[in-house]
């Protein structure tokens, strides 16, 4: 089915209120302290609860009766009928031809859902349990390495969303990994990445898991090749295997296994075709975590554990379906970024974790958020008409309170943040009768407050400063921030955390009109490093082609090379 032109946010009628919302604020002036005075429910209108997470938008720079004009424009935008082709299948990734479908990965195995002729439930299913009875044997320990010694960790090589998603989520569910398997991750193709993941491993207890989509990314080959040469070259020199062919493709056999779309490439890889867990072209990069890319993660920390994680994506996804637009906590917050992005020309947009293990969480957002809402034009190649996308970083709170914050309580720029905090540790500690979680938790809320309500000098010369001292220590406040605040992090928490940044994502592109699941934009960049390759070894008419600074450079590197 043809994919309907993109519908131009600005010139609806949605659109054309937060305009005059917008001048109306700039003229009475943004004042949080006052909008909470004056409105003893702002709290309550504004806060929305999903399963186990509480969802506080009250500190963010809107009024309550703007919720309609946020749904307004879902409606306008045509964002149910967008939805309802996202869920069922039809190709709204247009630039590639294909469905988007990561929404099925989640799915219960009763339901049914065929799309271009595949019977998607049935396929994820399998798959899940091929993977699940994999993971039990290297588990339980009947698979083995090749001289008889249990699994004890496994080195995950991949890339962009074959590393950050299975990397974020093992870091975040760490206090669930049970099985005295660790994990580790390979991903850039500079040597020290290898060279360090391997140092101390031990080839008999290791397994790789080569995951790469396309299964032709440069980076994870590289690494995948120099992974292989490492294992035979340990097993021999230990004299765990002879150097004959036959022993190193057992050796191979027992200590790779591969996850991709592309199972011909990864059979000329040599790997078993058996030892190979595939998905389908209808799932991006960043949107695969839920695919058989969590294979180490169904290892290191169960499958009853990956289950719990795909159901709490699953409620997400259907919450977002099914809600309506003005109680609808997802489209509200995506509508939040359109609004800062687009009329208060907000740059940044920071996620700020109140819990360690999230700390790779930030990370895996940046690519999803910017390789999914970073473009220039829609879905039908006409220029996009807004400013897109928003460049997202962060970094776990407190660490990043004594870093960057005095930017965002001070600084000039506006930056919408997101506080994520759960009631519950896996690690309660008391420290001098105080309770480390509570003196943790106080920072949580603290920023939010003063990021909101600031301190007005006059406060601030009541307190017996003066001079150029009253200016530095005010704090003008309305910094927006959203706090999302869980019950306790776990594997179905995080699952409703990475579907509710999805949706937040695909609902924005919507407004904007942008396909939110191709990447072009990082393709030129790796044609040129392949012309550039010869370059850097000697290859004369290569280096011909190149453009004066980068010939420059490369003269650098021939005079520096060792
Ligand atoms: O270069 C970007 C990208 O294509 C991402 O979208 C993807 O997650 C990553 O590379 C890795 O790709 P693959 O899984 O095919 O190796």
Known sequence: METSAPIDATKTTAWADLVKTFGEMKKTGINLRQWFNDDPSRVEKLSFTVNDLYFDLSKNLITPEMIKIFAHLAEEVHLHERTEQLFTGEHINVTEDRAVLHIALRMPDKQQLTVDGQDVITDVHTVLNRMYEFANKIRSGEWRGITGKKITTVVNIGIGGSDLGPVMVYEALKPYSDAGITARFISNIDPNDIAEKTRDLDPETTLFIVVSKSFTTIETMTNALDARTWLLNKLIEQNAIN???DQCAQAVHHHFVAVSTALDKVAAFGIDPDNTFGFWNWVGGRYSVDSAVGL???ITLGPA??????DGFHSMDMYFRTTDYEKNVVVLLAMMNVWYTNFF???SHAV????????????YLQQ???ESNGKSVRWDGTPVTTKTGEIYWGEPGTNGQHSFYQLIHQGTHIIPADFIAFVNTSNPVTCSDQDVQELFLSNFLAQTKALAFGKTAQEVRREGNKGPLVAARTFNGNRPT???FGDTLTPYSLGELISLYEMIVFTEGTVWGIDSFDQWGVELGKVLA?????????DESAYEQQDQSTQALIQWYYAHRH
């Open 296 to 298: 180490s993660l169904i």
């Open 305 to 310: 554990c990956f289950k719990e994680f795909l």
């Open 243 to 245: 150097n004959t062919e």
């Open 530 to 538: 392949k012309q550039i390759a010869p370059a850097l070894a000697h």
């Open 352 to 363: 700020l974790p109140y819990n360690q293990y999230l700390h790779r969480f930030p990370a």
């Open 345 to 347: 020309g907000a740059e």
């Open 482 to 484: 959203t706090s999302i």
């Open 368 to 370: 999803l958020t910017m």
